[in-house]
């Protein structure tokens, strides 16, 4: 039976942007960043949610967001129940032990003057509970550093020592070192060379299917969430597009948006390799979206009832969602 281990719930995270006493006391010059903008969704307990969508979309500041790295304007994020949003301290940092990330950029989150050993054993200290010995700790770094195919060695070197790919396995290994239940990964692959992906996209799956971790994918590679997630969203500038079960996503796509971003993947095989689906124009600012569908300035199909109403997310069948006027039958 699947649980719901994430419930996301009419989400919004702005960013409020202005300079001078005016815009600080009555608002005059103040621009608001629609980073977030009503998102609704739900994460399985076990599974793989791939979150995709151009640079710019939202999918990384609602992740961050799921984290409290970054603050909602409103809605509800459920982690087993409990809204993350509205937690004490305490209630945070009980939560932070059961969900950790692992970040885009590897070598910039973690500090050139401490060991790798020092770096995974960082959060193994904080954890509540007895006070562990020096030895108790370093084992179990050893074993995290065995668990990502590294010599366990290598706990007594900096991060400067080692390659991009060799950077991501010990993030990974930060990130379960307390056991999490859920890992958001942020573009966790990018910038290395097809082989050293591989290699971590198939060390991902095997801790998957070893410590039953959930995983919230955060990329702009549709191969990768194709290959990796179960289910996935589709993110047009703050907002959800297109949901649903990754197989029918990629088999049945619905919306004009994620037909284009499917079109521009590259397959293997010529015969497989659809019309590349050319998209007019630049991605509105966030700052002042277009009225009706945010995408409708974009749009190959783009007709009057776009401009003037906003489409609802509706579900085509099978849990397979979308927001187009094109399938909503008024």
Same mark, same amino acid.
């Given at each position: 039976?699947?649980?719901?281990?994430?419930? @996301?719930?009419?989400?919004?995270?702005?960013?409020?942007?202005?300079?001078?006493?005016?815009?600080?006391?009555?608002?005059?010059?103040?621009? &608001?960043?629609?980073?977030?903008?009503?998102?609704?969704?739900? &994460?399985?307990?076990?599974?793989?949610?791939?979150?995709?969508?151009?640079?710019?979309?939202?999918?990384?500041?609602?992740?961050?967001?799921?984290?409290?790295?970054?603050?909602?304007? !409103?809605?509800?994020?459920?982690?087993?129940?409990?809204?993350?949003?509205?937690?004490?301290?305490?209630?945070?940092?009980?939560?932070?032990?059961?969900?950790?990330? &692992?970040?885009?950029? $590897?070598?910039?989150?973690?500090?050139?003057?401490?060991?790798?050993?020092? @770096? @995974?054993?960082? /959060?193994?200290?904080?954890?509540? *509970?007895?006070?562990?010995?020096?030895?108790?700790?370093?084992?179990?770094?050893? !074993?995290?550093?065995?668990?990502?195919?590294?010599?366990?060695?290598?706990? #007594?070197?900096?991060?400067?020592?080692?390659? *991009?790919? $060799?950077?991501?396995?010990?993030? #990974?290994?930060?990130?379960?070192?307390?056991?999490?239940?859920?890992?958001?990964?942020?573009? /966790?692959?990018?910038?290395?060379?097809?082989?050293?992906?591989?290699? &971590?996209?198939?060390?991902?799956?095997?801790?998957?299917?070893?410590?039953?971790? +959930?995983?919230?994918?955060?990329?702009?590679?549709?191969?990768?969430?194709?290959?990796?997630?179960?289910?996935?969203?589709?993110?047009?500038?703050?907002?959800?597009?297109?949901?649903?079960? +990754?197989?029918?996503?990629?088999?049945?796509?619905?919306?004009?948006? +994620?037909?284009?971003?499917?079109?521009? #993947?590259?397959?293997?095989?010529?015969?497989?390799?659809? $019309?590349?689906?050319?998209?007019?124009?630049? @991605?509105?600012?966030?700052?002042?979206? /277009?009225? *009706?569908?945010?995408?409708?300035?974009?749009?190959?199909?783009?007709?009057?009832?776009?401009?003037?109403?906003?489409?609802?997310?509706?579900?085509?069948?099978?849990?397979?969602?979308?927001?187009?006027?094109?399938?909503?039958?008024?």
């Amino acid at each position: 039976m699947e649980v719901d281990l994430i419930q @996301i719930r009419n989400l919004k995270t702005y960013f409020f942007q202005g300079k001078g006493l005016l815009s600080k006391l009555f608002g005059q010059g103040l621009k &608001i960043v629609h980073a977030v903008d009503g998102v609704s969704l739900t &994460i399985k307990k076990g599974r793989t949610f791939g979150l995709v969508g151009e640079s710019g979309c939202g999918k990384s500041t609602l992740g961050n967001t799921i984290f409290r790295l970054v603050e909602s304007l !409103e809605g509800e994020v459920l982690f087993q129940g409990h809204d993350v949003v509205k937690m004490n301290q305490k209630e945070l940092r009980e939560f932070r032990q059961k969900a950790q990330i &692992i970040f885009q950029d $590897q070598f910039g989150c973690m500090n050139p003057r401490m060991t790798v050993g020092q @770096i @995974i054993a960082e /959060p193994l200290m904080m954890r509540q *509970g007895e006070p562990e010995s020096q030895k108790s700790i370093e084992q179990e770094v050893a !074993e995290l550093l065995n668990a990502v195919n590294l010599d366990p060695d290598a706990a #007594v070197k900096f991060p400067n020592e080692f390659s *991009g790919g $060799q950077a991501r396995r010990i993030g #990974v290994a930060r990130a379960i070192a307390l056991n999490p239940m859920f890992i958001m990964a942020d573009e /966790p692959t990018s910038g290395l060379d097809i082989s050293t992906a591989a290699t &971590i996209l198939n060390l991902m799956q095997d801790l998957q299917d070893k410590l039953d971790i +959930t995983y919230l994918w955060v990329s702009h590679n549709l191969n990768q969430v194709k290959y990796m997630s179960d289910d996935m969203a589709v993110m047009y500038l703050g907002k959800v597009v297109e949901m649903g079960r +990754t197989s029918e996503v990629f088999d049945q796509m619905a919306h004009p948006y +994620t037909k284009a971003l499917i079109s521009a #993947v590259p397959q293997v095989s010529s015969q497989e390799q659809k $019309q590349t689906i050319f998209l007019k124009g630049e @991605i509105p600012s966030p700052i002042n979206p /277009p009225s *009706g569908c945010y995408f409708r300035t974009r749009c190959p199909q783009v007709f009057k009832r776009c401009e003037e109403e906003e489409p609802p997310l509706l579900d085509l069948g099978g849990g397979h969602l979308c927001a187009c006027h094109l399938y909503d039958g008024n």
